[in-house]
């Protein structure tokens, strides 16, 4: 958990719930990732929950076709389920909070890869296994906004003949996804092992998804977004403190003009970015 200086005298801490992927390390996809984007969100005024989801190489449990539904879909997204019926606890448990200190109406979800799917399912898109027809439910409406980095599209036809291996229990709709989410895919997230469509299958989450929605393409970035799940970490192919700084403070940005009615941080973050070339643009849907 990562939390901002507060004084007492302050409102609650809006949440925000993050969701790892499923890289190829061994510590980066569980609770001790993600720093880049855990203490740019934590010094912003954000409570950061962040567990490790049982796909987690930390871990050691197998993941398998028998496995890979609970561990890589239903599961990852019951974890953060129960991060919120706990709050309670949480308070009670972390030096420095207490009673109140967390705020049950402003809470949002960001995931990545892997985690992108379990923000999906939490902001209402559904999964249906090809294997046995078996259909995940778990959107939670305590959750009020969610940021989605490079998730996986839909499935069927457009995952590779590999995607289908590593992937059996794979086939999300997003057309049930109607809480307001910032989908954010890099320009050269091509993805082979999972999909024939290239870096665009990555904007399915807001392509299609019903509305309100923004995406934003992010100029050459890859899958690792200019270094989101770790400082100078090895998976990142597209390491750019540049870009890493625009994810961080567009993702911020947006979130925390869903979360606050009236606030403006996101308009005047995406008119600043408009005014910058080779970072990213973008689009809207209502």
Excluded at 16 to 44: C, K, M, Q, T, V
Excluded at 82 to 109: H, Q
Excluded at 131 to 156: C, H, M, N, Q, S
Excluded at 248 to 254: E, G, M, V
Aim: net charge negative; aromatic share 6%; hydrophobic share 40%.
């Amino acid at each position: 958990m990562q939390l901002p200086g507060r004084d007492r005298r302050r409102p609650p801490l809006p949440i925000i719930l993050l969701s790892h992927g499923h890289g190829p390390s061994n510590y980066l996809p569980s609770l001790d990732g993600y720093a880049p984007l855990a203490e740019f969100y934590a010094a912003h005024g954000f409570a950061v929950l962040q567990p490790t989801h049982l796909n987690s190489r930390v871990l050691g449990l197998a993941l398998d076709a028998g496995s890979v539904r609970e561990l890589f879909v239903d599961s990852r997204a019951r974890d953060m389920t129960i991060l919120l019926d706990r709050l309670a606890e949480i308070e009670a448990a972390v030096p420095g909070l207490g009673a109140g200190a967390l705020d049950r109406e402003r809470v949002a979800v960001v995931g990545h890869s892997a985690g992108g799917v379990t923000a999906c399912l939490l902001l209402g898109a559904k999964n249906t296994d090809p294997r046995d027809g078996a259909v995940t439910e778990l959107a939670d409406g305590r959750i009020k906004a969610g940021v989605v980095f490079g998730a996986p599209g839909r499935g069927g036809d457009a995952m590779s003949e590999t995607g289908k291996q590593i992937l059996p229990c794979y086939d999300v709709d997003f057309s049930s996804m109607r809480t307001p989410a910032l989908v954010v895919w890099g320009e050269q997230d091509g993805s082979p092992y999972l999909t024939v469509r290239g870096a665009e299958w990555h904007l399915d989450p807001y392509a299609l998804a019903p509305g309100p929605k923004d995406a934003l393409m992010v100029v050459g970035g890859e899958h690792g977004f200019g270094g989101i799940s770790g400082w100078d970490a090895a998976e990142t192919k597209d390491e750019s403190p540049e870009r890493l700084a625009a994810v961080q403070r567009l993702s911020w940005a947006y979130l925390r003009s869903q979360l606050y009615e009236g606030d403006k941080s996101w308009e005047e973050a995406c008119k600043i970015l408009e005014g910058l070339e080779g970072i990213g643009k973008v689009t809207r849907k209502d």
